[in-house]
């Protein structure tokens, strides 16, 4: 029962926030101002996306803390891991949303934020890493930082270029809850961030607000040690190859959009209108049809985990499917 009054709390707590939501705009004087060229919105959009889902996350934790549920949260330990690096990644974020950092020092404080908590709490660490398809365990030994920060910083980067068209990111983020939930990963606060995330739809279809890049750095950092912490914690963990398989599309597009533009001698960071939802978009002429398109691009790997079938087959047959998408888009434009 106090789980259904947790849900209707979360839920009032956002429809307030979403009917007071342009009073709430003005006096958090936030916005993304258009410039012709990758922000190709007709007019300033609130960046206060990102503050209101950590402003969610923060009285989510307190609430569920304060009524001693401590099984539907990750650990002490392991909370405030997810606390301090949420928070640093989301300032990360929202200062580049303010001041329009370079890259490269995005990069670099994403970096440095996870060595910071991972000094701090070593807990974050993995031992080792398993494959479904193979028996081997392997270890990481003195590795585990230096694999972790690079997962943290491509998996940080790959949502972020995966914000670039009005609830893509948001639809993402969502299927990737729902396999927590239906994993039994924390169901109830994940259930409550979603919450959160369907109100922000709402405004965000609406061209209302922007979760920013403070909010995709925040899902990111959320996603990561999620995975991290059911790996370390649960029997029903995901394997390495299977994470990878449902992070399988944004991942695929960020490796191509790296690789095309260091052939052209740009920095792989640096955005452009190249992604796969600006291609898809330039054939569809359609903003619902490409959100669409996309998210069924990125759900069916997953799908194919669901059948049984091995990831290098997943893989495969998915590389082919976006390649050949790719390919046709571009010809047909």
């Known amino acids: 029962m106090e789980y259904f009054f947790l849900i209707i709390f979360f839920f009032f707590f956002n429809l307030l926030i979403f009917f007071y939501f342009e009073a709430l705009e003005k006096r958090l004087i936030f916005f993304d101002k258009p410039d012709g060229k990758l922000k190709r ?8 996306g990102g503050l209101i889902l950590l402003l969610n996350f923060y009285l989510i934790i307190f609430i569920l803390k304060f009524l001693s549920l401590n099984d539907l949260f990750f650990n002490t330990e392991f909370s405030y891991i997810v606390i301090l690096l949420s928070t640093l990644f989301f300032l990360v974020g929202f200062v580049d949303d303010i001041k329009n950092l370079t890259p490269n020092l ?55 270029m995966f914000d670039g068209i009005n609830l893509q990111l948001i639809f993402f983020s969502t299927f990737i ?39 995709c750095y925040l899902l990111s950092s959320i996603i990561g040690c ?16 299977q994470i990878f398989i449902i992070l399988l599309i944004p991942s695929i597009d960020m490796l191509r959009l790296f690789i095309v533009r260091s052939i052209n001698k740009q920095n792989p960071f640096k955005g452009d209108v190249n992604h796969l939802h600006h291609i898809v978009n330039n054939y569809f002429k359609n ?32 590389i082919i499917v976006y390649t050949s998408v790719i390919i046709y888009l571009k010809k047909k434009i």
């Not at 994403?110 to 908590?117: A, M, T």
């Not at 398109?293 to 985990?305: A, D, G, H």
């Open 106 to 160: 995005k990069l670099f404080l994403i970096c440095l934020s996870f060595v910071l908590v991972a000094y701090l709490f070593p807990e974050i660490k993995l031992k080792y890493i398993r494959i479904s398809f193979i028996e081997k365990t392997y270890y990481f030994n003195n590795f585990s930082a230096i694999f972790l920060v690079l997962s943290f910083a491509l998996l940080s980067n790959a949502l972020n």
């Open 287 to 318: 903003t619902n049809y490409t959100v669409f398109f996309t998210s069924l691009m990125c759900v069916l790997p997953s799908l194919m985990l669901l059948l049984k079938i091995e990831t290098y087959y997943i893989l495969i047959i998915s």
């Open 41 to 48: 919105h007709k007019r300033p959009v609130s960046l206060l």
């Open 226 to 241: 999620t995975f991290i912490y059911q790996y370390k914690y649960f029997e029903n963990f995901l394997y390495g190859d």
């Open 177 to 215: 809850f729902i396999i927590f939930i239906l994993n039994g990963y924390f169901p109830i606060f994940f259930i409550l961030i979603l919450v959160c995330l369907i109100f922000l739809g709402i405004l965000n279809y609406k061209n209302k607000i922007f979760l920013g890049d403070g909010g």
